[in-house]
């Protein structure tokens, strides 16, 4: 499928989690929390966190945004095939109303022959 024939992608709701949601310490990275009496607050958490931290973190979240992406693509991609497919089938159909069903073989061979292309 060509780029013009993609729609916008979508607002995914994990994405919305993802900007709610206050980072997890590492461990070790809270120790002058520990050390503190009750002084935490979410500018203190997020200096704590080491960088390689929050560098780590945000490739994680970079890939799970493409690999949703991907899965996405690849679900719309199955999706057209099985509706090509359907319309191919329904073709078949109305022009062979009056011949005998095909056998379930001729009917795997035609789906292979539409995931190969």
């Known amino acids: 499928m060509s780029v013009e024939q993609r729609g916008p992608d ?3 709701p994990a994405d919305e989690r993802r900007r709610l949601t206050r980072p997890t310490p590492v461990a070790g990275s809270s120790y ?3 050390s503190s009496s009750h002084q935490s607050s979410a ?3 997020r200096q704590e966190l080491p960088l390689s931290y929050r ?3 945000t490739q994680h979240q970079v890939r799970i945004a ?3 992406r991907a899965l996405e693509a690849s679900e719309r991609r199955r999706q057209a095939i099985v509706d090509q497919y359907e ?3 329904a073709e078949r159909t109305d022009t062979t109303d009056s011949s005998p069903c095909e056998s379930p073989s001729q009917s795997r061979s035609v789906l ?3 995931f190969d292309r």
């Open 43 to 45: 500018v203190s958490d």
């Open 66 to 68: 493409t690999l949703e």
């Open 32 to 34: 002058r929390q520990r």
């Open 112 to 114: 292979t022959w539409l």
């Open 87 to 89: 319309r191919l089938l």
């Open 10 to 12: 979508p607002i995914h």
């Open 55 to 57: 560098i780590e973190r």
